[in-house]
């Protein structure tokens, strides 16, 4: 079983930068891909990034692409997500995901263990 605990959400204005963590325990942090999503007040919960069991392949939604970088420090078992240029359309809760797949890819059910979650909220 793995916990995985983000942190790093916060209030920002729009075109300011955020860097969230993500820190998993209790499991074998290089054997799982990780990925974000994300979810507004009243919409789905979306995609965001994945990285591979090691950082070979990312994949980005394309809202977000050329803003967001994820990465992962399998010495330090934890996956990051450094968010630049925010938008007000980029606030959400931010959720942190762990897959048994090597390329889960976009789709939640793909993904076994979650995170509670993270408050990003961008002012314009």
């Known amino acids: 079983q793995v916990q995985l605990v983000e942190s790093g959400g916060g209030l920002v204005q729009a075109g300011g930068s955020l860097r969230l963590n993500c820190a998993a325990s209790?499991?074998?942090?290089?054997?799982?891909?990780m990925g974000w999503f994300r979810q507004a007040p009243g919409k789905e919960r979306e995609f965001v990034a994945y990285?591979?069991?090691?950082?070979?392949?990312?994949y980005y939604a394309d809202s977000v692409k050329d803003r967001f970088t994820i990465s992962r420090d399998n010495a330090e078992n934890t996956v990051y997500l450094q968010m630049n240029s925010l938008k007000p359309e980029d606030t959400a809760v931010y959720y942190c995901?762990?897959?048994?797949?090597?390329?889960?890819?976009?789709?939640?059910?793909?993904?076994?263990?979650w995170g509670q979650g993270t408050q990003v909220t961008v002012s314009s």
């Open positions: 995901a762990a897959s048994h797949s090597g390329v889960p890819g976009t789709q939640s059910r793909n993904y076994d263990f």
């Open positions: 209790g499991g074998t942090f290089s054997n799982y891909a």
């Open positions: 990285i591979s069991w090691r950082p070979g392949r990312i």
